[in-house]
């Protein structure tokens, strides 16, 4: 009776769940919760000239000199944004899915742009065009001398460029919620005589109020943790100071660290409000009575002739502005270096130079003699250092993508098996934790926390050193990673039925067979895909990056940012703006790969897939291949 109990005790279910939990509690306390307490007891450690402690030096310091003006331009960033992002976003949202617009699906194409390039290779897109030594710029100047070269910078410039990078939310989430309103109100709505604009305004735009609601936080804490644009367009906010103190000492400028340690906090404190303020409104329930059978809503004819004609001239209007950076930037990718300089574009210049190959550069110094560099033309893919940041920005992402991926889905199977325990719960929240935290706070936490070699929880080594910072990167990649990982995976649970599982236990199958032959097939389709956006999300990823800035974690988007820096000098890294374009296309080409394979291919169900598959087979039937593969196989 004693062996049986005690091999029960030791089964490999229950030595599994052992090792699960420790690893859990060892995750959330070592890489979560202690560096970010680390993080705000560092702010009242700071000593003053004397050597003595002065818990609220910082505070003073603060309150009296220019810290201040980071957190108000980051305030007033926000606000803005949620102002400009939600004029844009709702109206891209309704000319394409709502009012019957001509040329919709071409015009949506554009506006989804933003989703296959991002961060600096968006910032970097728009610079190609505005910058002092921009297309348009140059061009403007040559219309107009008197023009400042350097009008798009600051506050302006960065308020345009997220302007437009932020409505892909708007494009992916608020697309979905218009796709799914029930027509028949709105055709009520139309049989009472009110005219498509009062309909919109008050049947449509009401059911939308809490994906909206959702958004406008979204929008407001993205503006609040602005990093890439507000870098490179020059623009002093939060999160750039903080990168810029973390690599600050003591000899330079008064307690730096403690300053970003208090920036942090500051921006932490901000995040927290805002989700709880949209964790209570979600609350309460917001929900929309609809007809039994529920109709599919039908595109809205814009009666009034006046307003049709201005429709379409926003609509289209909105349209170059989001698709003009991708074709300029495609364009002079195949455009030689001295082309790419000038922003003149050359039709005899076509070349492949950017992203294969190498070339000399001969050049003249200024004693009037010719030198030549060997090989200071490069392509992406011959750069060594730009194919170094493809390399580790690949290794780093895949490892976190699947690493958040694993621990997500193993953590959703104990939190269903535990639905009514507090363990369950106790889980779920600690893998929400994260997103309570602005990303910049955990990156900075990591970096000052175990930048030492006394930190005992990782075997007193230190992770910030030399090659042991890509670890550190990969564990904030995942950390940051998994409470939206969590929340896909643990929807895709839902749709597990239940008598399955009864099915399999009384087959004998115990929780590990079942979790590994029954569950896990059915939710792979959604793991791989949150695998996907995770990795698309990082590959580019540049904020973290930069707050982890070493030799031995440059990532791409750093390569990226940095590839201009010293474009030319002494005929070194000649082409670099023409590699930087084939840069953003290739990672386009990436992106948009990845969301045609979750989004696309992904998305569709058994009956979609057999319709093309059918539509295929009519088609080389029509081209006579289908007859002669068959012929083939009787023969065979």
């Known amino acids: 009776m004693t062996g049986s109990l005690d091999r029960r005790k030791l089964r490999p279910e229950t030595i599994a769940r052992i090792l699960g939990v420790c690893f859990f509690a060892y995750l959330f306390f070592g890489f979560m919760l202690l560096p970010c307490l680390n993080t705000l007891t560092s702010i009242f450690n700071t000593r003053n000239a004397a050597g003595e402690r002065d818990p609220l030096a910082v505070i003073r310091f603060f309150l009296a000199g220019s810290m201040s003006k980071y957190v108000w331009n980051s305030l007033k960033l926000a606000v803005a944004l949620v102002i400009t992002v939600n004029v844009v976003g709702i109206s891209i949202v309704l000319l394409t899915e709502y009012f019957d617009i001509k040329g919709a699906r071409i015009l949506r194409l554009g506006y989804m742009t933003t989703m296959i390039y991002s961060g600096v290779a968006l910032v970097t897109g728009y610079m190609f065009l505005y910058a002092s030594d921009g297309i348009l710029t140059t061009a403007l100047k040559n219309a107009f001398p008197g023009l400042n070269p350097t009008w798009f910078s600051g506050y302006n410039a960065v308020l345009f460029t997220m302007t ?23 055709e009520a709505a139309r049989n009472m005589g009110a005219n498509p604009f009062k309909v919109l305004w008050k049947v449509v735009l009401p059911t939308l109020i809490p994906t909206l609601f959702s958004l406008t936080v979204m929008t407001f804490i993205t503006g609040l943790c602005a990093m890439s644009a ?112 000038l922003k003149k574009l050359d039709p005899g210049s076509w070349t492949l130079i950017n992203f294969f190959g190498k070339e000399d550069y001969r050049y003249l110094t200024s004693r009037g003699q010719y030198k030549t560099r060997v090989g200071s033309i490069s392509g992406v893919f011959s750069n060594e250092s730009t194919l170094g940041g493809i390399r580790m920005s690949f290794v780093l992402s895949a490892l976190a993508a699947a690493f958040a991926c694993v621990i997500v889905v193993v953590a959703c199977n104990y939190i269903f098996n535990k639905k009514n325990k507090k363990s369950g719960v106790v889980l779920e929240y600690a893998l929400l934790f994260p997103w309570l935290l602005p990303t910049i706070l955990i990156c900075y936490s990591y970096r000052s926390y175990f930048n030492s070699d006394a930190v005992w929880y990782v075997g007193n080594q230190n992770l910030y050193y030399a090659e042991n910072v890509r670890f550190l990167i990969v564990m904030a990649y995942t950390v940051t990673k998994l409470p939206f990982s969590l929340r896909m995976v643990k929807a895709s649970f839902y749709s597990i039925d239940e008598e399955l599982e009864d099915a399999a236990r009384n087959l004998g199958a115990r ?31 540049y904020d973290m990056s930069a707050t982890f800035a070493s030799t031995y974690g440059t990532s791409y988007a750093m390569v990226i940012q940095a590839m201009c820096a010293e474009e030319g000098l002494y005929g070194y890294n000649v082409n670099a703006s023409g590699r930087r374009c ?47 593969r068959e012929k083939a196989a009787r023969d065979a």
């Open 164 to 186: 437009f990078a932020c409505t892909s939310n708007h494009m992916l989430f608020l697309r979905n919620a218009i796709r799914g309103i029930d027509y028949n109100t709105v």
């Open 230 to 341: 507000p870098t490179l367009l020059g623009y002093d906010s939060i999160n750039p100071e903080i990168v810029r103190l973390a690599g600050s000492s003591s000899a330079d400028e008064a307690f730096p660290q403690a300053r970003a340690a208090l920036l942090s906090i500051i921006l932490a404190m901000f995040t927290i409000v805002l989700l709880t303020v949209l964790s209570a409104y979600e609350r309460k329930g917001h929900y929309l009575s609809v007809s039994k059978t529920k109709a599919k809503l039908q595109k809205q004819k814009i009666t009034n002739p006046v307003a049709n004609v201005i429709a379409h001239i926003y609509a289209y209007v909105l349209f170059v502005i989001y698709m003009t950076p991708v074709v300029m930037i495609v364009i002079f990718s195949f455009q030689t270096y001295s082309a790419i300089r």
């Open 511 to 541: 929780g590990l067979r079942t979790f590994l032959q029954v569950k896990l097939p059915i939710i792979l389709p959604s793991v791989l895909a949150v695998f996907a956006l995770n990795f698309n999300a990082l590959f580019t990823e």
């Open 582 to 628: 084939a840069s953003t296309v290739f990672i386009m080409l990436v992106s948009g790969l990845i969301l045609y394979l979750v989004y696309g291919v992904g998305s569709r169900d058994l009956s979609e897939r057999l319709e093309i598959r059918a539509r295929r087979r009519r088609f080389l039937e029509k081209l006579g291949i289908g007859r002669k």
